[in-house]
């Protein structure tokens, strides 16, 4: 068995004369961290799209632990186990920090589409709840409504509700952007926790997150791969540092 959990062969993504992503090959291995980085417009959203299907490709294919999972639909992509954040936090923002998490939980119990439920029949996902807040570090906001966090609470709370899903695949879209620095630490911290035991492709900004959590880094330019490897490897290769880190992208 192949020690990828995820793989791109060839994926390419065309809008009408344009081409997104050109014949992108990645070899996500397994209980790793691999961060997508690039200028803005290199093409970096367009594949987490196209691995959560938001996108179908023009050509190519993605593997999931070795099968082939390009013409899947986004439902059978999360029921695979692919869960996926994103750019701009997505919380129920009248609701406690603890029921979005019961609501995430629910596919546990088989009634996430049974609307009309009483609240109540979710008491039994509390233990696991508060179990998953404590792991983020959210406990002591359990009561709390999630409009009232903070930014980079809100973005803790989201990733504690992928966590919810129980992914062996964690994609995360820019998990700092817009943080302050005391955030983007309680993050990152967080991401190399939640890591255990599963794998993790990131996209992101902030090149001392990227440094700090990734084992490996696959460079985007344009839609097509310019650099891969480590930190090191990437971050001192001559075209990397002409069209990315030498460009003024943070």
Known sequence: MSDCALETEGLTKMFGGFTAVRDVALQVKR??????IGPNGAGKTTV?????????????????????ITADTPATIARRGIVRSFQISATFPHMSVRDNVRVALQRRLGTQYQFWR????????????????SEVGLADYAEANAADLSYGRKRT??????????????LL????????LED?????????????????LMVEHNMSVVSDLCHTITVLQRGEILAQGSYGE?????????????GGHA
Do not use: C, W
């Open 31 to 36: 209980h790793t961290i691999h961060a997508l």
């Open 48 to 68: 987490f799209n196209l691995l959560t299907k938001v996108h179908r490709p023009t050509g190519g294919r993605i593997l999931y632990e070795g099968t082939d």
């Open 118 to 133: 009483s609240i109540r029949s979710l008491s039994v996902l509390n233990e696991r709840a508060m179990e998953l807040l």
């Open 157 to 170: 709370l989201e990733i504690a509700t992928t966590l919810a899903l129980d992914p062996p695949l964690l």
């Open 173 to 180: 879209d820019e998990p700092t952007q817009g943080m302050a």
């Open 184 to 200: 983007v630490d309680r993050i990152k911290q967080l991401i190399r926790k939640i890591a255990q035991g599963r794998t993790i």
């Open 234 to 246: 990437v971050s001192n290769d001559p075209a990397v540092k002409s069209a990315y880190l030498g």
